[in-house]
């Protein structure tokens, strides 16, 4: 039987609190990954072990948190993504909310993309698969 959404959540919740050693009611969908829940780029690889090891799934690199985006010049001009590169994260990374970040493209606020839900998602998509 398929888990659902509320399953997802509350386990993609337990990997958080593992990996950050956050408090359980800091993870909300709405918290962010860097700003709120305070993960460091380090932590994005136990992260990603952890999903995989809790949910028996396999994340290819760049899958979840693309990585190869910010380092093409075809995608930022001046500290913000390009049209190309906004259609190419929106393509990496179907999951995430884009709303608020595409009007402000800018490149140091995306990390913001990274959020509970945006992991809940993602993990959601692939346990159904």
């Known amino acids: 039987m398929p888990m659902t959404r509320d399953e997802v959540f509350g386990k993609v919740k337990e990997v958080l609190v593992d990996a950050l050693g956050v408090d359980e009611d800091a993870v909300s969908e709405k918290a962010t990954l860097t700003g709120d829940l305070g ?3 380090i932590d994005f690889l136990d992260i990603v072990f952890r ?3 809790t949910f028996n799934i ?8 693309p990585d190869d985006v910010l380092n093409n010049p075809e995608y930022v001009d001046n500290g913000k993504l390009t049209a190309a590169g906004m259609a190419q994260l ?3 990374m179907p999951h995430a909310d884009f709303s608020d970040f595409q009007n402000d493209p800018d490149v140091n606020k995306m990390p913001n993309l990274f959020t ?3 992991i809940v998602n993602y993990v ?3 346990v159904a698969a």
Do not use: D, W
């Open 116 to 118: 509970v839900k945006t």
């Open 51 to 53: 999903l995989e090891k």
């Open 124 to 126: 959601a998509s692939k």
């Open 90 to 92: 929106k393509k990496a």
């Open 58 to 65: 396999k994340i290819p690199r760049g899958e979840l948190f």
């Open 39 to 41: 993960a460091e780029s």
